[in-house]
């Protein structure tokens, strides 16, 4: 991989992580129109893990307030503590419905889902959702307090979802999360605080995979540019997206969708599959 290519991927996934666009089809897309193939996903694991340390740092002060509460609650059941404990179990929830779901599908979704038409029709599938819950569902009001497990349940099941490449994990925790009646700024900081075991649970599955090889097939510097890369845009896009959902809508990002759907599928050259 050259220098550029490096810093092309990495800046692909930082803006694309957390954006309800789909990541992984964009890095696939990325490597179909750069004629780059990795095989597996050790690669994308490599870059996941940029952009969770960037949700890490970001969120640092929450993370440390839920786990903090969880263990203050769960040791002392102090009152106050009671909301960031059970957001805590709202979280291993949902990762853990994720998890099994997607243990149980990872043999038949592979390498040969990443073509464009499959990357085609997702990217659709997220658009109308992203439509749906923008024109047919009312935004709620439920904050973090109200939650309960079957929000967890529904948005684990949701995102269990973004196994598909161009189905994206971010949008599908954020539609089904405002489905349930969850207000915006709840909805987006489940959906960025669900990236952070998600994507390290995947990681450790991956080790086997993401050991010596990766560094040879792809190169020391260009995974390094990759990685600082990643880590930086995800920083611009976790911040992005936030102030944007703010003052705008879904919607969009349904447009952006069905866009690069429609360029995907007629101007991708449908020969180049994994």
Known sequence: ??????????IVQGITEFLPV??????VITELLFGYHFPGLAFEIFLHMASVLAVCLYFRKDLFEIISGFFAYLFYRRKHDRTQYYFAWYIITA??????????????????????????????VTGFFLIFI??????????QSSMNFLDAIIVGLGQSAAI?????RSGATLITAL?????RDTAV?????????????????????ASREIWLETGTMP????????????????????????????????????????????????????
């Open 189 to 209: 900081r489940y959906s960025f605080l669900l990236a952070v075991p998600i994507i390290l649970g995947s990681s450790v599955l991956m080790l086997g995979e």
């Open 95 to 124: 990762t853990m419905i994720t998890g099994i779901l997607g243990l149980s599908l990872k043999n038949h979704i592979g390498d040969s889902m990443k073509t464009p038409s499959v990357i085609s029709a997702s990217l659709f």
């Open 179 to 183: 489905w349930r009646g969850l207000s």
């Open 22 to 27: 789909s990541s992984t089809a964009h890095i």
């Open 223 to 274: 995974l390094i540019l990759s990685f600082i890369f990643t880590f930086i845009f995800s920083w611009i896009g976790i911040i992005w997206l936030i102030g944007f959902l703010k003052t705008s809508r879904l919607i969009y990002f349904a447009v952006y969708c069905f866009i690069v759907a429609i360029l995907v599928y007629f101007f991708v050259d449908p020969a180049v599959t994994f």
């Open 134 to 143: 923008e024109r047919i569902k009312v935004y709620g009001s439920r904050t």
């Open 164 to 168: 598909l490449p161009g189905i994206s």
């Open 1 to 10: 991989m050259s220098i550029f290519e490096a810093v092309i991927f990495g």
